[in-house]
């Protein structure tokens, strides 16, 4: 009898995609940040516009400037809008509409984390923005952007992504409001979300949406999440498991007391510690058994070598004879 082995799909080599048309305009210097500088370009309109918490900086430790330069190597024409203001609209519609989609970003940090600390204060200084200024973006900016830019064109699918998206894509502990908050794409509306590190995923649906594959049946593409509803034919095939089912807790250890040495750690369990040398009958071992002895052996003399030390003559006591 044999066996099928089913071998994961090898994933598709990022230079295999037939780049998109716009590859012709080449490189941009910087990604554009506004319509004159869309216009230096010689560009009509983006495919994608990166919203971002971030400010830009074309260096590959920020996302947009990865993200953004990437989707650029397949031929799309990305415009970036950092840092915007978020009160209205207005800021979201400076580089027009995009061909394609948004892609949207709080930054490298989530941006609860951004503005407080730990035990809830506020933050003086923002690592992502110039001069280290805060407050430059919202509270929970994958929503609030999203928002925006759903208001900006209410036709154009965005996609989010980045830590906070990816962090916050299934039910999560959120330490501001104590509580258990739902995915945030409920709670954005986006179409889609990216987690982790998006670079294969963004490329793929980015040349989908660029065949004109609607938003809403790119349902196959790995590392990303969607919402769906329960009546959906795309859902024939798929069930739905409590999750309080799959997994059983198993033995659970009791925390060790840090504060306690080995010792009274051991009698606070009802034993005694093996290392504690006058422990009586530490272990119980088998008849016969014999301890191990440790027996110091002195090398014969020529075998002797100083040490460093004992040979700058510092620790006499240490000195080889
Ligand atoms: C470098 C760094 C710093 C530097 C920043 C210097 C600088 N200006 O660049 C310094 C040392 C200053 C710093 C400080 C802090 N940091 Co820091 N830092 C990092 C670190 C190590 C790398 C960040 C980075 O460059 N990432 C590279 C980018 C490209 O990665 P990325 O953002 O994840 O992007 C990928 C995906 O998210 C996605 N993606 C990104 N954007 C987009 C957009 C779209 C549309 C899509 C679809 C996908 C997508 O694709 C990208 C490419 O794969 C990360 C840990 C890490 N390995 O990420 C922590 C990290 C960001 N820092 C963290 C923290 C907590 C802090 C501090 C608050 C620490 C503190 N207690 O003081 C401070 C910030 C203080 C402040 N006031 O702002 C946390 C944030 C946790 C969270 N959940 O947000 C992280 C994640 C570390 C951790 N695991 O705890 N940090």
């Known amino acids: 009898m044999t066996h099928a082995i089913a071998t994961p799909e090898r994933p598709k080599a990022l230079t295999a995609y037939r780049p998109f048309w716009a590859k012709r305009f080449g490189p941009a210097p910087f990604l554009p940040m506004s319509r004159k500088e869309m216009e230096q370009l ?13 400010a830009y900086v074309d260096h590959p430790s920020f996302g947009m400037a990865v993200i953004g330069r990437t989707l650029e190597a397949q ?3 990305v415009g970036i809008i950092a840092q915007p203001d978020w009160s209205s609209a207005e800021a979201f519609r400076q580089l027009g509409k995009p061909n394609l989609f948004f892609g949207v970003a709080a930054g490298n940090m989530d941006s609860m984390i951004n503005h407080y600390t730990a035990d809830r204060k506020i933050r003086s200084d923002d690592a992502y923005t110039p001069g280290g200024v805060a407050g430059k973006r919202p509270d929970r900016a994958t929503l609030v952007y999203t928002q925006r830019c759903r208001e900006a064109f209410k036709d154009v ?14 039910a999560h502990y959120d330490h501001w409001q104590e509580k258990v908050r739902r995915s945030i794409l409920v709670d954005a509306k986006a179409d889609m979300l990216l987690y982790g590190n998006a670079e294969r995923a963004i490329i793929e649906v980015a040349h989908r949406l660029a065949r004109r594959q609607p938003i809403d049946s790119t349902t196959d593409v790995r590392g990303t999440a969607f919402l769906r509803k329960p009546d959906e034919p795309a859902l ?39 290392r504690n040398d006058d422990a009586p009958q530490a272990a119980t071992l088998p008849e016969g058994t014999q301890p191990i002895r440790l027996i110091r052996q002195p ?4 075998q002797a070598r100083a040490t460093p030390r004992a040979q700058t003559g510092r620790s006499g006591a240490g000195r080889l004879v």
Do not use: H, M
């Open 42 to 54: 010689g560009w009509d309109s983006c495919d994608v516009i990166i919203v971002t918490g971030d």
């Open 236 to 274: 024939a095939g798929w069930f739905e498991i409590d999750s309080t089912e799959v997994d059983q807790p198993g033995k659970v250890d009791a925390l060790l007391n840090p504060y306690l040495t080995l010792e009274e750690q051991a009698g606070a369990q009802g034993s005694t510690c093996a």
């Open 299 to 302: 090398l014969p003399a020529a």
């Open 75 to 77: 031929g799309f024409r």
């Open 157 to 170: 699918p965005v996609i989010i992504g980045g830590i906070e998206a990816s962090l916050r894509r299934i």
